[in-house]
């Protein structure tokens, strides 16, 4: 018995969220006692085979087939059940990217299987995983088992294990031709990503506003502890999706990975894709008025309370300070 995989690319070019995948699986096979292959489609014999080969791995498999060049549900669905007929593995392992959450359904759907999605640790218990997805916006965390025969299906959220924590070794690389059936969908151009025009990665000092700020107008607030600080403004993902502040203000998976001196949270719960892209700064001052916020399990220095009647206070006391 063993782990699938699935490795993520776009012209053979790693989508690197697949490394925490393999990460993931290399963890869950030695509590388990499984090794783990990895499995990627393509039309050809994939240039990034012999790159995922220099991890520690059973093999990497290459799902080969002409109508495999372009991502399609409906290609990739066909290669993945071909290969998992074949392997016959306990576990499926992906990273929950949109990619996956798009095709991995349909192929469990096949096996009669669910997928225990967005997962963000787990444990081995009785041979078995226990697998952990926050629900209720991250107010509660769940344990899941699944019940019936093999396989499982299992995604891992964006930055639950570390991509660069993934093993090196050496694989063995075998293409295995697939069979696709009639692809119903043309993929369209993907759409072109807003290009960075703030480096916040060279950021000392970073100010990041989150969904607490309430409104647009009150950025101002944050803004005025930036200019004093001589810091940079960013924020979480619901700001920038808000078009409050511009995409390449956005800090965390999804976002910039930035790693300042210091990095002022204010009213930011710190969801684990917002933690990803901050965790490295040197000192993590959170404003936030829930106690428990998940923001303060990281911070060095937190002020539970109204950021509206922080924010002003710490201004005006810098003002003094500076003379
Ligand atoms: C695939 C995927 C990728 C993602 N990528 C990113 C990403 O790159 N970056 C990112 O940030 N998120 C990302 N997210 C979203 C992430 O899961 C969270 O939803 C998001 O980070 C939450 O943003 P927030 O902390 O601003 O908002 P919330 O979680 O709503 O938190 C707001 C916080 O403000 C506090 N608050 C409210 N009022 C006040 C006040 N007056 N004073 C002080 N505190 C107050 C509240 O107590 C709360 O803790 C991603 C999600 C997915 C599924």
Redesign the pocket.
């Known amino acids: 018995m063993s782990i699938l995989v699935f490795i993520e690319h776009k012209d053979c070019v790693l989508n690197k969220t697949s490394l925490e995948a393999v990460t993931a699986a290399q963890s869950i096979g030695k509590d388990l006692g499984l090794k783990v292959s990895v499995v990627i489609p393509c039309d050809k014999d994939c240039a990034l085979a012999q790159e995922i080969a220099g991890y520690g791995l059973e093999k990497v498999i290459v799902a080969k087939n002409a109508k495999l060049g372009t991502y399609t549900p409906d290609g990739y669905a066909d290669a993945w059940t071909e290969i998992i007929n074949k392997e016959n593995p306990q576990y499926v392992v992906m990273a929950?990217?949109?990619q996956v959450r798009d095709f991995a359904p349909k192929v469990a759907t096949r096996f009669g299987k669910e997928v225990v999605g967005?997962c963000i640790r787990y444990k081995a218990e009785g041979g078995k995983l226990v697998l952990t997805r926050r629900i209720f916006?991250?107010k509660l965390d769940a344990d899941v088992t699944v019940g019936g025969d093999a396989p499982y299906f299992v995604t891992f959220?964006?930055g639950a294990f570390r991509g660069d924590n993934a093993e090196k070794g050496s694989a063995s690389v075998e293409t295995v031709e697939v069979n696709v059936g009639d692809i119903r969908m043309e993929a369209e151009e993907p759409f072109q990503e807003a290009k960075a025009s703030v480096d916040l990665t060279k950021s000392g000092i970073i100010v990041a506003?989150?969904?607490?700020?309430?409104s647009q107008e009150n950025i101002a607030v944050a803004q005025q502890l930036a200019d004093i600080l001589g810091a940079d403004l960013a924020?979480?993902?619901?700001?920038?999706d808000a078009e409050w502040l511009p995409i390449d203000r956005?800090?965390?998976?999804?976002?910039?990975t930035v790693a300042p001196r210091l990095y002022i949270?204010?009213?930011?719960?710190?969801?684990?894709?917002?933690i990803?892209?901050m965790k490295n700064a040197g000192t993590i001052v959170a404003?936030?008025?829930?106690s428990e916020?998940?923001?303060f399990d990281i911070a060095d220095y937190g002020i539970v309370?109204?950021?509206?009647?922080?924010v002003p206070t710490l201004v005006e006391e810098i003002k003094k300070a500076k003379g």
Do not use: M
């Open positions: 929950h990217t949109y967005d916006l991250g959220q964006s506003v989150g969904r607490g700020i309430k924020a979480s993902r619901p700001i920038c956005q800090i965390g998976s999804s976002g910039q949270a204010l009213g930011i719960s710190g969801a684990i894709q917002h990803v892209g404003i936030n008025k829930d916020a998940p923001i309370g109204d950021l509206f009647e922080a």
